[in-house]
C-alpha cells in the first residue's frame, strides 16, 4: 500500500518520506520523531499526488505544527502535492494544495 509519514530527525529536519508497504513503522529510523502519516495516491496524467487518512501506528499527519522546510524526493519536482480534508455538505470531496503552503525542499 503507498503509504507516507512525517518525521523530524537532528540531522536533516523535517522529511516526508513514502513508500510502497505495509506498515509506517518500516519507514522510520531510530533517531526519527514522527509527526503523523497516511496514504497517498499518484497521478501520472495531472501530476498530483493526494494525502489521505491516517497511520495506525502514528494518527494523523500534523502539517499545521511544521513551520519549516520539509524535504522530500525530489522526484516530486513539479508535482502538487493536495490534503484531503474530508466532504462538504454536498459529499463533494475537499482538497488543500498544500505545494505552496509550505517550502517543500527536494533531494
Known amino acids: 500500500m503507498n503509504k507516507y509519514i512525517l518525521i523530524k530527525n537532528n540531522s536533516e529536519g523535517y522529511i516526508m518520506r513514502y513508500a510502497n508497504t505495509d506498515f509506517h513503522r518500516n519507514m522510520v529510523d531510530k533517531n526519527d520523531e514522527v509527526f503523523g502519516g ?21 494518527g494523523k499527519p500534523m ?4 513551520k519549516e522546510k520539509i524535504h522530500t524526493d525530489e522526484e516530486l519536482i513539479d508535482t502538487q502535492i493536495m490534503l484531503f480534508n474530508g466532504y462538504d455538505c454536498n459529499w463533494k470531496p475537499i482538497y488543500e494544495n498544500i505545494t505552496n503552503k509550505f517550502i517543500f525542499d527536494y533531494w
Not at 495516491?41 to 491516517?54: H, I, P, R, V
Request: aromatic share 20%; proline share 0%; charged share 30%.
Open 63 to 66: 502539517f499545521e505544527n511544521i
Open 38 to 58: 497516511g496514504m497517498f495516491a499518484f497521478s501520472e496524467d495531472n501530476k498530483t499526488m493526494t494525502l489521505y487518512g491516517k497511520s495506525e501506528d502514528y
